[in-house]
């Protein structure tokens, strides 16, 4: 059964066979209408089931024209309104979507949820955010770092924030695709330690600091999210121990002269990037949004087997 619960569940060889996809079918049908099915139409028929235990944007429309795009189409089930609302359990909603879809995206909090999902449905779970990692972003930030540097593998980037679950992620593909990668995160707020063993332990060329200038200097491709993830909402003290972790135009002036910045949104302009990165030259973050709808067109197909 091919989950998508984190990177590692697919490795490194077929998430460059995605990537490639990605690519080629944002390629194949530009200028084409949003809503018209690609050409061939690889997942004809195919029923995606989203459930959504946390607000979500980019994710819930990427994924549901995605499905469009390959020829099937989605439902979503929003946490509160579905019967896992109510105390359904999770084993019991696997068992009973597994039914009525191909395959079932979860965004929720704990992983453990997703984890539960997956070890009861019996079509592909993708995680669409947990709070321990985010694999999707990940995947349209590598085809984004493709498109705009050329290549992904011996790439240099820095992370500058919270050690989230898209640090976490971020960590994961380091190892399993082979880029570098500086972590600068405030000692209280480190990225996850199981993650971060596992890519030391796969040979990751990973270096972890608390000082955002060392991590970005000369850095091509520079990443930051926000300091307050979903669910985080109430701890007060994030603010105070991310001031000096934001990412302005003196930081990016010590990366690479033509670094890109990315950030996997929403932004908290002010906070974590100022206005003047994102909406500078050197911002591909429009391009990294757009990117989430290619890149889980090819995760959607590897899922599901036609890839
Ligand atoms: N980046 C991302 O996952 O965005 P949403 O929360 O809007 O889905
Ligand atoms: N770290 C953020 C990512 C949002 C897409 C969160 O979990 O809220």
């Given at each position: 059964m091919r989950h998508f619960l984190n990177l590692s569940n697919a490795g490194g060889e077929a998430i460059a066979a995605m990537l490639n996809e990605a690519m080629e079918r944002k390629e194949r049908r530009a200028g084409w209408p949003k809503g018209k099915p690609d050409?061939?139409?690889?997942?004809?028929?195919a029923v995606l089931a989203m459930i959504f235990e946390k607000s979500s944007t980019r994710t819930r429309v990427s994924f549901d024209l995605a499905m469009r795009q390959l020829g099937g189409s989605a439902i979503i089930l929003e946490g509160s309104s579905s019967q896992l609302g109510r105390g359904e359990t999770i084993a019991d909603t696997a068992r009973v979507l597994s039914r009525f879809a191909d395959a079932i995206m979860i965004r929720t909090d704990h992983h453990h949820k997703a984890e539960e999902l997956a070890e009861y449905a019996t079509v592909p779970v993708i995680n669409g955010l947990t709070d321990l990692s985010h694999p999707c972003q990940l995947l349209a930030d590598m085809q984004t770092v493709i498109e705009k540097r050329s290549k992904l593998a011996g790439s240099r980037w820095a992370w500058i924030g919270d050690g989230n679950n898209v640090c976490n992620s971020l960590i994961e593909a380091a190892a399993l695709m082979q880029f570098e990668l500086a972590v600068a995160c405030p000692t209280e707020f480190k990225p996850n330690k199981i993650f971060a063993s596992a890519a030391v332990a796969r040979g990751a060329r990973i270096n972890f600091t608390h000082d955002p200038r060392e991590a970005v200097e000369g850095a091509e491709v520079v990443v930051t999210d926000t300091?307050?993830?979903?669910?985080?909402?109430?701890?007060?003290v994030r603010q105070e121990a991310f001031a000096s972790f934001q990412v302005d135009e003196a930081v990016m002036a010590?990366?690479?002269?033509?670094a890109t910045f990315l950030h996997c949104l929403p932004a908290h302009r002010g906070e974590e990037v100022t206005d003047a990165v994102i909406d500078g030259p050197q911002s591909a973050v429009w391009d990294e949004a757009e990117n989430r709808l290619h890149a889980q067109k090819a995760l959607l197909m590897w899922a599901m087997g036609k890839l």
């Open positions: 050409d061939d139409r690889p997942l004809d028929g300091w307050v993830s979903m669910g985080q909402e109430d701890d007060q010590l990366a690479a002269p033509d």
